[in-house]
């Protein structure tokens, strides 16, 4: 079952280049707020990289929020098939951040059971 793991953060860097079909899923306002939430070194503005946490966590849109409704809305994903698709999503993005070896890779692959300790 997908799990969102302490200290990664990999969702944080929202590099537009990296996310070519952002257009394809947000609004034109929601593409534009991503966009103003974009630092110049491609990380989120409200991600605190030193406590690796987000600043905005309550309030944050509706694009940050793993949860069913927002899923299908988006991507158009049946809520049964929501744990497979954002497991698939989160080591695609830890990958890219942090890479396999990483310890941000070894948590959430533990985390969501596809490793022992």
Request: with cysteine.
């Amino acid at each position: 079952m997908w799990k969102c793991v302490k200290n990664c953060g990999a969702c944080c860097h929202l590099d537009p280049t990296a996310r070519p079909e952002l257009d394809t899923y947000l609004s034109e306002a929601e593409l534009a707020q991503y966009l103003s939430m974009v630092g110049e070194d491609g990380w989120c503005i409200n991600f605190d990289r030193h406590n690796r946490t987000c600043q905005i966590y309550d309030t944050r849109p509706r694009f940050c929020r793993v949860e069913a409704s927002v899923f299908k809305d988006m991507y158009g994903i049946e809520p049964e098939e929501l744990d497979e698709f954002a497991i698939d999503c989160c080591q695609e993005q830890i990958a890219d951040v942090y890479g396999e070896d990483s310890r941000e890779w070894h948590d959430f692959n533990q985390a969501v059971g596809l490793v022992q300790q």
